[in-house]
Every structure is written in C-alpha cells, then in structure tokens.
C-alpha cells in the first residue's frame, strides 16, 4: 500500500506530526510519503498513491495557502480514493465547545473552497512554539493561553499533540491496528 501525507506548516509542527504518523506506517511496512504542499500544483502526484492524507494547522482560523491550493488543484483525486485531513490547532487542545464549533467551521471552509470532502477529519492539538515567536506574537499566545486557564512560560515550547490518538487515527484509517501504543 502506497500513502502520502502532503502538509502545510508554519513553525514546523504540522510537518513534525506527518514525520511521526509516517514512521508508525513504516514500522508496519507500509509506503509512506511526506511531502510537503508547494508552488509547484502538480507536486506530488496523489493519483498514484492508495491513500492520502492531507494535514495543515490553522492560523488565525485558516490553513496555509499552499495546502489549500494543493487540495482545490487536486479535489477530484482526492475525491475519489481514500483520503483524510488532519487538522492542527491549539483549539484541539482544549474542550471549550466554543472553540469545537470554530474548528468545525473552519473545516467546513476548507472543503467549501477546495471542493475536497475528505472521507475523515482528525483534530490534533498543535504546540506553542515560543522559541519562535516574535516578542509581539509571544505576547499574544501568552495572553491566550491565560484567557484559557493555562499558565505558560515563554522560555520554553509546548507540544500539545496526543500522538496516541493521532497513530490510532491514522493506522484505524489505512486499515491496520494500532497493535501497540505510540
């Protein structure tokens, strides 16, 4: 079985995560790909592969640009095999149902305008990357996470993904069993 996962990143995270679910496919001698979205619409090629999985994180309620050109050039290959979003947001983190709704709808958004309707959605919880920020971004996602009952310290990152969770999701979705814990 031939898998892609294609991303689109902004610190890092979202590639991070796709690196972690395609060596768990491996371990289970699967194929798998990372690539990530680009300029270049016609790369990678998803009509070759069994499945694919398209994962991006959101920013101020959008995915990147680059992956949602990827999905919307190839929404009809996509539609037509298995395939599957992994969402990436700090609002997964959390349980504020708030916060669910929005993600709902910025999901929602994304398949509107890629005309992509994955056959599964996977909300992963993303990190606070600190160490990248700017003194005005740290700012901000410190002012965040308090608004959210969380204590911070912006000396250091936080990685907020449940990685059992996310192996589950993509093992259960290629047709292979989790067997043993991430």
Not at 101 to 124: D, I, K, M
């Amino acid at each position: 079985m031939r898998i892609l996962m294609v991303y689109g990143t902004t610190e890092g995270h979202t590639r991070e995560i796709c690196n972690f679910a395609a060596a768990r496919l491996r371990a289970r001698d699967l194929r798998a790909t990372v690539e990530e979205a680009g300029n270049d619409p016609g790369h990678p090629d998803p009509s070759v592969y069994d499945v694919v999985f398209l994962a991006a994180s959101l920013h101020v309620g959008r995915y990147q640009p680059k992956l949602v050109e990827y999905a919307r050039t190839h929404h009809a290959a996509l539609n037509e095999k298995r395939s599957a979003f992994i969402s990436v947001s700090l609002s997964a983190a959390g349980q504020n149902p708030h916060d669910w709704e929005g993600l709902e709808q910025c999901v929602a958004r994304f398949t509107h305008e890629t005309l992509w309707t994955p056959s599964a959605v996977h909300h992963a919880a993303g990190a606070i990357r600190y160490s990248q920020y700017d003194f005005f971004k740290r700012l901000a996602m410190k002012h965040i996470a308090a608004q959210r009952g969380e204590h911070t310290v912006t000396s250091r990152d936080y990685d907020l993904t449940d990685y059992n969770a996310l192996c589950d999701f993509v093992l259960g979705f290629v047709g292979t069993p989790a067997a043993q814990p991430a």
